[in-house]
T-cell receptor, first 112, second 112 residues
């Protein structure tokens, strides 16, 4: 069935460094790949997304890359700040469905 | 917009009791999703609705779980009878066609 794997499960970086989180998906029909940030006690919040007709998308300090051939997509956060500390989830959905399959999450800690 | 509203925020109940979780989606959103989040299993899709019609309930764990969406502005997730292993955070999310999910703040359910 559909599956999304996410690595690493935890990531600690120094403030100002970059952080990269990677995901792979199993369903070759997937065409929509969002990333969510979840802070303690809150629901996941969409931070950036990418569709299969685009290889890269950037929004200020965050960027997402997609390699459809390898079925990989990644989240890149540059110049990390303590407020970036949270759990990040990748997800994927296939054409003509609203059903998102989530990765297992990455706990990012940014130390001052 | 007030976002997706879930109630209650916290629920503690005894094993065997009926539990009803409530969700008000964002006005105008045509899809609604119920997810369950646990440390062991991450974010699991339980059921989702399009235009108030259940589309995929394959994630509903057992017959003890049921969900309804009587109109575009309200949905319930019911567990009867509840068991300790149902303890989790339950999220509701809604979306508009071609846009990402918006999650509510969740209901933390504890069954003792």
């Amino acid at each position: 069935g559909e599956n999304v794997e996410q690595h690493p499960s935890t990531l600690s970086v120094q403030e100002g460094d970059s952080a990269v989180i990677k995901c792979t998906y199993s369903d070759s029909a997937s065409n929509y790949f969002p990333w969510y940030k979840q802070e303690l006690g809150k629901g996941p919040q969409l931070i950036i997304d990418i569709r299969s007709n685009v290889g890269e998308k950037k929004d200020q300090r965050i960027a997402v890359t997609l390699n459809k051939t390898a079925k990989h997509f990644s989240l890149h956060i540059t110049e990390t700040q303590p407020e970036d500390s949270a759990v990040y989830f990748c997800a994927a959905s296939r054409i003509n469905t609203d059903k998102l399959i989530f990765g297992t999450g990455t706990r990012l800690q940014v130390f001052p | 917009d007030a976002g997706v509203i879930q109630s209650p925020r916290h629920e503690v109940t005894e094993m065997g009791q009926e539990v009803t979780l409530r969700c008000k989606p964002i006005s105008g959103h045509n899809s609604l999703f119920w997810y369950r989040q646990t440390m062991m299993r991450g974010l699991e899709l339980l059921i989702y609705f399009n235009n108030n019609v259940p589309i995929d309930d394959s994630g509903m764990p057992e017959d003890r779980f049921s969900a309804k969406m009587p109109n575009a502005s309200f949905s319930t997730l019911k567990i009867q009878p509840s068991e300790p292993r149902d303890s989790a955070v339950y999220f509701c999310a809604s979306k508009l066609v071609n846009y990402g999910y918006t999650f509510g703040s969740g209901t933390r359910l504890t069954v003792v």
